[in-house]
């Protein structure tokens, strides 16, 4: 099977595909949109994409691309962010002026850039491993990178400065995609809790509509995980609302507070159903 990511060789994406679909071949793409469109022609099996940050928030590009492309998400990964700042060999942490890395992981980073690189500028690159690909190839002792420690492995660079990221829990949930349709989440047990992830438009002549939309849930004991609200294209001051609700959708009582919620929305269309995934620390080997 081929699962693709967003980035070069050495990403955290590259290694959250590794983690959800280990032994199966992965595939680095240059953006987000090209993921989900390589899913969608079926040039590969799963993609994987990042949606949120615990430091840094949401990845709002892929929830706009969850609703415009035909997919399904079939599964989930809470994983360990260490950032490490990596530079060419030779290179000193004090002579450092400019550092790249994807926006995420400079925000991430901030408060490390801030108190150990006021010299440096930022500079905001496609990818973290992408970033320390072009410093390798750069041949500039002054720049220096923002990345996962195996990007330095990956592309021969030395390691200033690890663990350089603002807070210890630093964790990137990222999700598994198939073709809309195919049915398939990522093996589980009977054990293992089921959530699902819908998007939906309220109706905007119904007086206080959110309230009622999210009160089809709490009306039937679902707990919500997370709320997103983006911008309806075209419908300045209305929204679309992301919701992960507790359950399958072969779960009566969702079935029922979704039916409930159609009712009252403009638009709504499940995203998938899936395993709650696990949190992932990885081995801290710096």
Known sequence: MHVAFQGEPGAFSEEAAGILFANHQVVP????????????????ERGVIPIENSLFGSVHINYDHLRSHDVSIVGELKLRIRHCLMALPG???????????????????????????????????????????????????LQAAIAPRRAAAQYGLQILASHIESHAQNYTRFLALAQRGEGHTLAHTGDQPLKTSIVFAPRSNVPGVLFKSLAVFFLRDLDLFKVESRPLVGSPGEY???????????????????????????????????????????????
């Open 29 to 44: 793409l240059p953006s987000m949109e090209s993921v989900f469109e390589a899913v969608v022609q079926g040039d590969v």
């Open 91 to 141: 290179a000193a942490l004090d002579k450092i002026t400019s550092v790249l890395s994807h926006p995420q992981a400079l925000g991430q980073c901030k408060t490390f850039i801030r108190k150990e690189l006021p010299q440096a500028q930022t500079v905001l690159a496609y990818d973290t491993a992408g970033s320390a690909k072009l410093v390798a190839q750069s041949n500039d002792l």
């Open 240 to 286: 679309l609302f992301y919701l992960d609700v507790e359950g399958g959708t072969r779960d009566p009582v969702l079935q029922l507070a979704l039916e409930h919620l159609k009712e009252i929305s403009a638009e709504l269309r499940v995203l998938g159903s899936y395993p709650q995934g696990p949190t992932w620390d990885g081995v801290d080997d710096g």
